[in-house]
């Protein structure tokens, strides 16, 4: 059965955080330096590109949900917008989907690394998602449903930090899928 994105609790968020890192170790752990770096094309990502732009995309996400939940942050105008938080949250969710065909250019604060990436990338996303999850599970619930956060990436979007995570982690499906298809790509050094 699918994974239904939209409506992920924080235990779910962190069950789900869990699942990625545990996939991810599986799917690259035997993979070394030149084969997490290897590309299908030029234009395509390499594994771990993939995970490095993770990382990159999840610190910009955490710095945002950081600040919308200081109480001594004054609120934007879009934080203030009673509608749009929740329209924009399920969009991007939507958007993110591990299924979902249109491809996006990832802003520059996300942008993975464009040379060589060392082969600790893996066991840093790892470390990273078992961080991730422990700050998923130090969250009060119901502040992460209510405190609307201003996306990192585009100024006038707005949703909740418990939408937040559901984005984190229905873009880190995406991306790790992606990587999983570059290694049963024509070409992957064996």
Same mark, same amino acid.
């Given at each position: 059965?699918?994974?239904?994105?939209?409506?992920?609790?924080?235990?779910?968020?962190?069950?789900? =955080?869990?699942?990625?890192?545990?996939?991810?170790?599986?799917?690259?752990?035997?993979?070394?330096?030149?084969?997490?770096?290897?590309? #299908?094309?030029?234009?395509?990502?390499?594994?771990?590109?993939?995970?490095?732009?993770?990382?990159?995309?999840?610190?910009?996400?955490?710095?945002?949900?950081?600040?919308?939940?200081?109480?001594?942050?004054?609120?934007?105008?879009?934080?203030?917008? #009673?509608?749009? #938080?929740?329209?924009?949250?399920?969009? =991007?969710?939507?958007?993110?989907?591990?299924?979902?065909?249109?491809?996006?250019?990832?802003?520059?604060?996300?942008?993975?690394?464009?040379?060589?990436?060392?082969?600790?990338?893996?066991?840093?996303?790892?470390?990273?998602?078992?961080?991730?999850?422990?700050?998923?599970?130090?969250?009060?619930?119901?502040?992460?449903?209510?405190?609307?956060?201003?996306?990192?990436?585009?100024?006038?979007?707005?949703?909740?930090?418990?939408?937040?995570?559901?984005?984190?982690?229905?873009?880190?499906?995406?991306?790790?899928?992606?990587?999983?298809?570059?290694?049963?790509? #024509?070409?992957?050094?064996?």
């Amino acid at each position: 059965m699918p994974t239904d994105y939209l409506n992920l609790s924080l235990g779910d968020v962190r069950a789900e =955080l869990g699942a990625i890192a545990r996939d991810a170790q599986a799917a690259f752990a035997a993979l070394d330096g030149p084969r997490l770096n290897w590309r #299908p094309s030029a234009t395509q990502w390499s594994v771990a590109q993939c995970l490095d732009h993770l990382l990159n995309a999840n610190r910009e996400m955490f710095e945002a949900m950081d600040a919308a939940l200081d109480p001594a942050r004054p609120r934007s105008v879009w934080q203030r917008l #009673p509608v749009l #938080p929740r329209l924009f949250g399920r969009a =991007l969710i939507r958007s993110q989907r591990p299924e979902a065909t249109r491809k996006f250019t990832a802003p520059q604060a996300a942008q993975p690394a464009s040379s060589a990436i060392d082969a600790g990338i893996l066991e840093r996303f790892v470390e990273a998602q078992h961080a991730a999850a422990a700050r998923a599970g130090a969250l009060d619930p119901a502040a992460a449903a209510r405190t609307v956060m201003v996306s990192p990436f585009v100024a006038f979007i707005t949703y909740t930090v418990l939408d937040g995570w559901r984005v984190i982690v229905t873009h880190e499906h995406r991306h790790v899928e992606q990587a999983r298809r570059v290694t049963q790509a #024509p070409g992957f050094p064996a």
